[in-house]
């Protein structure tokens, strides 16, 4: 049995971890009145932040900061037209090319041989699930960034 009393360390250990504690710490503290009343107030005060409640914001967080948000009307209203403008001289574009060249594009398309065809379909298939599985990889970092708690 050591002749000193224990200090705060030890005795925390004894109250949260008894099997991982040292025989002599142990044998102190059934020994010695005044570390066994240090052990019994620090077992009360482990009890007592057991049992405080977690704390919980008593409003909806998510519906305060989007209030507190600038409305993006206008921007999604700019960004909503140039796609549509996008859209339609694509779209204008695709025309022009199949009423001056749709004979030809029609021979292109029957010259090719199916090997080919199997060959560009099982790259483009490829290459697609590659890049969904790498967007899904990114997504999956940044909500990892996010979640901090
Ligand atoms: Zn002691």
Redesign the pocket.
């Known amino acids: 049995m050591t002749n000193n009393?224990?200090n705060d360390a030890e005795i925390q250990q004894y109250v949260l971890q008894k099997t991982n504690c040292g025989v002599d710490i142990i044998d102190?503290i059934q020994h010695?009145t005044?570390?066994k009343i240090k052990a019994e107030q620090y077992n009360l005060l482990f009890e007592g932040i057991k049992q405080q409640e977690k704390p919980v914001f008593d409003f909806n967080l998510a519906d305060l900061v989007m209030q507190q948000l600038p409305k993006s009307q206008y921007k999604g209203s700019y960004e909503k037209l140039f796609s549509y403008f996008i859209i339609s001289i694509s779209f204008f574009f695709v025309c022009v090319v199949f009423y001056l060249f749709g004979n030809n594009l029609l021979n292109l398309f029957l010259g090719i041989t199916p090997i080919l065809i199997g060959l560009i379909i099982t790259t483009v298939t490829s290459l697609l699930v590659f890049l969904c599985i790498d967007m899904y990889r990114k997504y999956q970092t940044q909500m990892k960034a996010l979640n901090f708690y």
């Open positions: 009393h224990l102190h010695c005044n570390c």
